[in-house]
Structures are given as structure tokens and as C-alpha cells.
């Protein structure tokens, strides 16, 4: 079983910033691509931001310059600098990875709220 844990989610006014983490475990033989969505009401779930084994990061163009992914062993960090309204959603973990050798999974954490609001 595998488990992807997020935290650091809550309030912030305009220009704030917040550090979200998620940190996955379980039974994980290797983890291919760890990467952070966001769904705002009314819309579509999208990616914000993904970071591969081997630390190449990728970026909407509407945060990038603003937050920064990274990682740590089984671990996932964004950084999100000058929030505006519009970042407001619900940011969800997310990971590519193996259970074992020949079993290849994708797994979501339960999503945590930010909102950015004066």
C-alpha cells in the first residue's frame, strides 16, 4: 500500500507564501515522477508543477517565477512565493512510481487547501 501525505495548506493574504510538503510511503521499490495539481471551484484539475527522479522540474507558465518544486528522497516541497487569488484551490500530490519492478502506479494525496484572500 502506498500513502501520499500532504500538509502545509491554509490562509494567506496576497503576496504571502506557504511551503507545501507531501511525503510518500509504503511499499515503494522506486519513484519515477513526483509533481503538484491544483483544482479551483468550478474548473478543471491542472498541473502546476513536476520533478523526476533525476531533479528535472517543469512548470505551468502561470506560476512560473513565483513557485519552486523540489525533493528529498520520498519527499515533495512546493514553494509558493507571491500568491495571488487567483492560486486559490485545492493542491493535490501526486506520484509515478513502481511498488515493485514490473508494477507501475500513479497515486494521489487527499489535497489540501490554500486560499489566498485579504
Known amino acids: 500500500q502506498v500513502q501520499l501525505v500532504e500538509s502545509g495548506g491554509g490562509l494567506v493574504q496576497p503576496g504571502g507564501s506557504l511551503r507545501l510538503s507531501c511525503v510518500a510511503s509504503?511499499?515503494?521499490?522506486?519513484?519515477?515522477?513526483m509533481a503538484w495539481y491544483r483544482q479551483a471551484p468550478g474548473k478543471q484539475r491542472e498541473l502546476v508543477a513536476s520533478i523526476t527522479g533525476l531533479g528535472t522540474t517543469n512548470y505551468a507558465d502561470s506560476v512560473k517565477g513565483r513557485f519552486t518544486i523540489s525533493k528529498d528522497n520520498n519527499t515533495v516541497y512546493l514553494r509558493m512565493d507571491s500568491l495571488q487569488p487567483e492560486d486559490t484551490a485545492v493542491y493535490y500530490c501526486?506520484?509515478?512510481?513502481?511498488?515493485?519492478?514490473?508494477?507501475?502506479?500513479?497515486?494521489w494525496g487527499q489535497g489540501t487547501q490554500v486560499t489566498v484572500s485579504s
Open positions: 501526486n506520484s509515478r512510481l513502481l511498488t515493485t519492478p514490473q508494477a507501475m502506479g500513479t497515486y
Open positions: 509504503g511499499s515503494i521499490f522506486s519513484i519515477n515522477t
